[in-house]
Every structure is written in C-alpha cells, then in structure tokens.
C-alpha cells in the first residue's frame, strides 16, 4: 500500500529542480528522492509516518529496513547523577571488571551510570502533526508538552546519498534537554551485516554478554548505550543490512567537544554529543544526540533553544566506504595536512633518542647481577605486582640491536648489548610446566626474580612476545648464537604444547595451579605469530603448519565477527594494538604462503583497526596556552592518533590517544598493497607534527596524548618504542615513495605494542645497488625541519647514499649539509639544495 501510494503521489503532483523530486498528494503525504535516495511519508490521524526509506542497488531500490519515522529527545527537570546502575547478566548482579582492575573501574563504573545506559530522563516521543514542503526541504513540527519541535529534511546536493536534517527545540520550562536524532528505520538482528561505533565496537551480531560488547568491542552490546565522545574515534554510528545498503549518521562538525578548550585539557570532561546503534526501544538502528542530557549545553532556560544537525547517509556499499566518507568528505582529513608541519624533523628526532638511550641518568639504567651473571635494564616505575620501586625492564629488543648495528656505537655495543642479551637469557623459564616462557617482563632488583607486571597468571601470548620476537631479533643479528637458538626452540615446543585442537590458545594460566584463567575471554590475539617465527628461523614445516592453524581460527572467530583482545593485563585485557598485529601476521603469513585468504583477512582486520585512530574534531588555527605557552589548535589535535585501548574503559577515556605510532610502516605497506589512501594518510598524520608530545630536552615523546610533552616520564623505555617505529616509517616511507628502488628486509614485529619491525641486520637495495644502513651523529643536516632522512653505505664501500624525504603535501626547498668525515672519509663536507614535490624522496649519492 505505501508504494501504491508513493507512485500516484510521484505521477499526480511532483516539483522537480537538480535532480531532486519534493511530492505532495492531496496534503496527506510528502516525498523526498533522488538517484540514491527515496523517502515518503504518509499522515495517518494527523500524525506523519515515514512509510518509506529505500536506497538504489544494483536491483532497484531496496528498503534498508522498516521505515518508522518517530522522533524523540530527552527532557529532565534535574541533573542526572553518574551513579552506576546495577546491571543483571546471567540472574546475577554483574561485577565487573572486579577490584583488581582499579585503574579502569571507575570509567567502566562512570560508564554504567544513568546517562550513557540511556535510562536517565524522560523520553518525549512522538510523530509529528505538522508537515510541508518548504522550498527544497520536508519540514515537521510539533508542540510537545516542553516546547516547539522542528525538523527540516533537505537532500544534499553535493553527496547525493547524504541527508541534511536539522532538528531544533524551542523550549517552554528550564530544565536538561537532549536531542535525538529520528528513528528513520530499523533493521532485525537476522538482517544486519555489521555495525560500528567507531572506537567503541563493531560486530555482526548483538552479544548476549554486555562485558564482552560494551568493554571488548565483541559485537553490538543488547542495550541502546550511548558512547561517549572521548572515545569515539570517528563521530557516526554506522550500520549494514545483508542487502548491502549501509546507513550511517554522522554529526555535522563544530558540534563535537574540543579536547583541549583555551587553556584546559577538556577530552574527558566535555561531552556533547553521543552515539549509539539503538534507539531506547533497543531496535537497531544508528542515533546521535546531542547535547548530552546533563552535560555541557544541555540545561536550557524557558525561550532557549536546543538545536542539532546531522547528516543522515544512505548507500548501497559497505560499512568501510560510508565510515571514509564521514572521515574525508564530512570531518575533511586532508585539510589537516595543510596545518602540519614540524619544528624537528623525526630524523633529528632520531639522534635525540639516541643520545638519551645511552645516558646512563635520564634514561636511569641498572646493573645488577642475577645467577651468576650481570644483567642491565631501565627502571620501570609504574604499577607492577610486587615491586617495590625496583622493577626493571627493556623494550623493542629488535630495535636495541638495530641501533647497535647501525651506529656502530662503542660504547653501545660494550656496555649494552651483552647484559641486555642477559637479562634475554635469564629471563626465560628453564623447566615444567613453563618451560620456554618468559618468567615475566619485569626483574624486581630487590627480590632478585622476574614478575608479570598483574596478576598471578601468565599468557601464552607472552610466549611469542618476549621468547619468541624478541630472541628472534636477536638471532637475525646474531646467527651463530647457539644459546638463543635453544631459548628459542624452547619457546615455540611451548607454543605447540599449548596450543589446542581448533588452533587457538588459552587467554591466561594461573602461575601456581596451572589452570586456565580469564576464561570469560578468548585469545583473540597474534599468539600464532611465534611459530611463524620458529618457521622463518628454523625451516620446519610442523611450525608452520601450526601457525597456518592458529590464524585460520582467528580468521573464523576473531576477523569475520569483529573480536579482538588486548595485551594489557592491568586493563583486563582490552582490545588494543594486539588487533593490528593480528592484521600483520596474517599479511606476513600470506607473503609465506601466497594464500590470499590471509591477505584479505589481514586488510578487513586493518580496516577495523583504523577505528581505533581518532579523525575529529576539525583542526585550526585557534590560539590556545599550555603550560604558558601559545600554540595553535592544530599542534594538540588528536587526529591521526591511536588510542593504547578505548570504549567505556580503556586508557583513552581519561587519557586520549598515545603518541606511540607502531602501525605508521605497516600502513604504508597496506597502502602500497591495496591503494587505500586512508592507510597512507592515518600513518602521515600519526607520525608527523607532533612537537608539541615531544620533550624537548630528550626527544621522548609522552604516552598518553594528556601529559603532551612530559616526556617518558616512568617509563624510559618507551624511547626505544620510538626508536623501533619512527625508523621503520621513514625507511618505509622511502620504499612506497621509489615504488620499490629503495627496499630492505624486515625483522619481527616487536613485542606487544604493535607492527613496527627492525631493520639493519641484512643488506638492502637502492637503485639495485646493495646497501647498508647506517645512523650516524652529525652527519646529516638540512635547514628545514619538515625533511626527514635516511642514510646507507654501499655494501662495497664505495658510496654513501642521503635519501631525503618531504614530510608535507606542499612543495619544499631545502638545504643540506653532509658531513662525511663522520663516517670517516677524509672530505671533508658536501652541501647542495634541493627542491622536492609534496612527500616526495631524493636520492644524493656520493662517491668515496
């Protein structure tokens, strides 16, 4: 009946202007419709009722779901408290995630309060009794008992699957009032493909456990949540119906909180709009609101007027495509480009880093010695269990040992490298039930002993971390070393004892019963990364047959439904950059195996890890002060950015995002595979113009997006994080850039924080000529920050090759200095200037 009823309205009485039709039929129904949209109302007892909301596919228009057309907002006559509400889970009050947890049970708490579980205020809902055509807009309007209700629907003429739809409320008592956008049609848990939340979950499916949904990003949580903007890294809620029509809504820019307002850190304390894949009747369908209901510009006085505006998009295409088009056409990624700059490049950056993780003070190095041998690690002066402000640790093993290799460095490779590989060595389990396993990451000084940094348990995952990665590396550069070989051997029997019939492998085990813990998760997690490893390394088939086993079972149970944990136990595990290690195993699986399911299961792996970047808010020129200090807007923008782990309890919720940007190469790499620009771009903005994170006195960028340039603060290792990944990008960047004349072989993905590689232990090429890396101090100089550089020597000895690289989209002139008595050639200096296209690579070579 409803098309019966459209199709006289369209043949009786149609207004048509730009490709865009209005109807109207005897006053009782209205249209909206275009090439990719069609949309019709009908008014039944004066109440109009969306009868039709359709997309174009490849077989006509097809409905996205059932059309409804029901608006609603939230009106309270007091502030909403932020208590937490007891929630129910299997006839049971759920306690989650339980005291141990303590650094993420107050946000999981603040998180389960009234507002964000949508069971605060009064909803006000209704079909409107007004409704006309206004020029080329559909408008509505009803009086409700708080006021004057308006909504106009305008078809956008420059993206013609985009619906503008602003909706206002004119206000007739004081109180908290809260937008939210129309339920435009809902679809059944039997119809949906997949929705997202982007940086709060994603699944094809609604899951029955809300733990597993609303902190783990397992499936789409049953109850109509609302996400909170801190942690939403993309603002749209986006779904896809299994006939392949995607709706998406996605909130006008300038209507998202700043994270940084004037002269305060605002990323956690504003919130004005939010997001959800639920109207409150719990039916699938994507809603935004805004202003949050007892947050920042939600109390209205009598004659105020509450106003919202919202692109509501429709396509025949997946979520991907709509989830790029929220990010480019509607938050304008690319304009950030055109604000960035930097005022070091990474390769001075680089040298920095160098000389910090050397000094034996700042960088507070320790001797200590443990069985006989001395051993040197950094302290470690966050939480651990059972320290007593005497943990211990290194990081990014590939990294140390690339930086020994290329620099060559005395000092380095006499005073650091032989009790880093101790600590390697005695860190290891020597026999039971633990055999090959790390007896922790951490050597308490004052116990004498290793320890995990929580709990008492250990997971296999650790295995391929920190047995596995980390004495790989080591044996890329140390081939010969036969003591590692058989540390490693012990690691991968390890992996295979442990691992299970269907391929995967337990989360945890208690460390004193040897019994499975933390058995409400799965190990969705790289661990069959190792046997990869034990396969590169020792050629035996049985390891990679293990290896192929593990992944195809997290391709089944993990990729296809969009479930992922973390590696970080003191945060229960929360998804976190583990997803995109996943994504490069299975990529480096398929470059050993040349199955193509490993490929594409590695791209949808990092198409989902991309939620996990933040793309808004717009940036700009605004004058802001921290720490006394004027900057602008863009030099504090979190664009580009990756979050350690997010949703209702992760690190970014108080945090933001980390400056930590192991998935810049990998990116590059992805773009070089697939063409996707968003890879290129997400790794240039995570890596470039980011002064302001960075400490000045020792090149560390901070953590955490919050303490901006504190530097590492506690945790002097990350500097060799930083080391590990800001070399891969920039050698990767020269690879993608010479569309392959520039190449060298990677190592092993580092431990834990993501896919960053080593690089150094082998010869590479430049223009077909075989090269080594090298990092050498005052070697290199240009007068513009926004050039980086890598640099190599010929394999013979005969040439020095400077491969400079733009780091902007703008065209760059420079001048530069090479100083090669540093590398002990008896010229002295060698200058020139150069002009290069926006990221665009030249290649000096010099002939010794």
Request: proline content about 4%; some cysteine; charged content about 20%.
């Amino acid at each position: 009946m409803n098309n019966r009823l459209e199709n006289i309205a369209r043949i009786l009485i149609t207004i048509s202007f730009s490709g865009v039709c209005l109807s109207a039929f005897a006053q009782n129904s209205l249209s909206l419709s275009n090439e990719h949209i069609n949309m019709f109302w009908t008014q039944q007892e004066d109440e109009w009722i969306l009868n039709t909301f359709e997309g174009k596919t490849g077989k006509g228009n097809k409905p996205f779901g059932t059309a409804c057309g029901e608006y609603a907002f939230i009106y309270a006559k007091d502030k909403p408290t932020s208590d937490f509400l007891p929630i129910i889970e299997n006839g049971d009050t759920l306690d989650f995630p339980g005291s141990l947890f303590k650094y993420v049970a107050d946000d999981f708490n603040r998180a389960t309060s009234g507002v964000p579980m949508n069971k605060a205020g009064e909803y006000i809902k209704f079909y409107p009794a007004k409704g006309y055509q206004s020029g080329g807009s559909i408008v509505f309007e009803q009086q409700t008992p708080c006021g004057n209700y308006k909504a106009v629907w305008t078809l956008d003429k420059q993206y013609p699957s985009d619906i503008l739809l602003n909706i206002s409320l004119s206000v007739n008592k004081d109180g908290y009032y809260s937008l939210a956008t129309p339920t435009v049609s809902t679809i059944s848990e039997e119809n949906l493909a997949w929705g997202v939340v982007p940086g709060f979950f994603q699944g094809n499916a609604i899951q029955q456990s809300f733990p597993l949904s609303y902190a783990y990003a397992q499936g789409l949580p049953k109850y109509p949540v609302l996400c909170r903007e801190s942690t939403i890294t993309t603002l749209s809620s986006i779904m896809t119906n299994k006939e392949g029509l995607t709706m998406a809504v996605i909130p006008e820019p300038g209507q998202d909180r700043d994270p940084y307002e004037k002269d305060e850190n605002t990323h956690s304390k504003l919130w004005k709009v939010a997001l959800s894949h639920m109207n409150n009747e719990a039916k699938l369908t994507p809603v935004a609101y805004h202003p949050v209901l007892g947050e920042s510009g939600s109390f209205l006085k009598k004659g105020e007027i509450a106003e919202f505006s919202v692109r509501i998009t429709l396509r025949h295409s997946d979520w991907y495509s709509v989830y790029k088009h929220a990010i480019y056409d509607v938050y304008k990624l690319k304009y950030s480009f055109e604000l960035r700059e930097n005022k070091r490049s990474l390769s001075e950056r680089l040298l920095k880093l160098y000389d910090y993780v050397l000094d034996d003070k700042t960088a507070l190095w320790h001797e200590e010695e443990y069985k006989g041998r001395k051993l040197i690690a950094q302290s470690y002066l966050g939480g651990v269990a059972g320290a007593d402000k005497d943990a211990m640790k290194n990081s990014d093993i590939g990294a140390v040992w690339m930086l020994a290799r290329l620099s060559q460095d005395k000092q380095f490779n006499e005073k650091r490298i032989p009790y880093i590989r101790n600590f390697k060595i005695l860190q290891q389990s020597q026999n039971g039930f633990f055999k090959g396993a790390v007896e922790g990451q951490y050597y308490l000084a004052k116990s004498k002993r290793f320890t995990e940094e929580w709990g008492n348990h250990f997971e296999p995952v650790a295995v391929t971390y920190y047995t596995m990665a980390d004495l790989g590396n080591i044996l890329l550069f140390e081939p010969e070393n036969e003591e590692i070989k058989g540390l490693l051997k012990n690691g991968a029997e390890r992996l295979l004892e442990w691992q299970q019939e269907n391929g995967g492998w337990q989360v945890a085990y208690d460390r004193t019963t040897h019994q499975p813990i933390y058995t409400d998760l799965k190990d969705y997690r790289p661990t069959f990364y190792g046997l990869m490893i034990a396969y590169q390394l020792f050629g035996d088939k049985k390891y990679l047959e293990a290896a192929q086993n593990g992944a195809d079972w997290i391709i089944d149970n993990a990729v296809n439904n969009g479930y992922f944990v973390g590696v970080c136990g003191d945060a229960r595990f929360v998804n976190d950059f583990a997803t995109i290690q996943i994504s490069c195993a299975l990529f480096d699986l398929y470059e050993m195996t040349s199955d193509k399911k490993y490929l594409d299961a590695a791209i949808e792996t990092a198409k989902i890890y991309t939620t996990s970047i933040y793309t808004h808010p717009v940036p700009n020129k605004e004058i802001k002060t921290i720490k006394g200090k004027e900057v602008e807007d863009w030099q504090l923008s979190q664009i580009g950015s990756n979050f350690e782990h997010g949703g209702s309890m992760g690190s970014a919720v108080p945090s933001g995002p980390i400056l930590l940007a192991s998935h810049c190469a990998y990116f590059l790499k992805l773009y070089k595979a697939t063409g996707d620009e968003l890879f290129c771009d997400l790794a240039r903005l995570a890596a470039l113009g980011k002064d302001a994170f960075v400490n000045e006195g020792t090149g560390v960028a901070s953590y955490y997006w919050s303490q901006f340039d504190n530097g590492s603060g506690p945790f002097p290792h990350h500097a060799w994080w930083q080391i590990g990944w800001i070399y891969d990008y920039l050698v990767t960047e020269a690879e993608v850039r010479s569309n392959g004349k520039i190449s060298f072989p990677r190592g092993f993905m580092t431990a834990k924080v993501g896919p960053h590689k080593a690089l150094g232990f082998t010869p590479g090429k430049i223009n077909g000529q075989k090269v080594n890396l090298i990092l050498r101090k005052d070697f290199v100089e240009t007068d513009n920050p926004n050039i980086d550089y890598i640099t190599a020597q010929s394999a013979s000895g005969d040439a020095i090759y400077v491969v400079f690289l733009n780091g902007q989209s703008k065209k760059n002139r420079f001048s530069y200095k090479i100083n090669l008595s540093s590398i002990g050639n008896k010229a002295k200096m060698q200058k020139g200037q150069a002009d290069m296209d926006g990221f665009g690579y030249k290649i000096i070579k010099i002939r010794k």
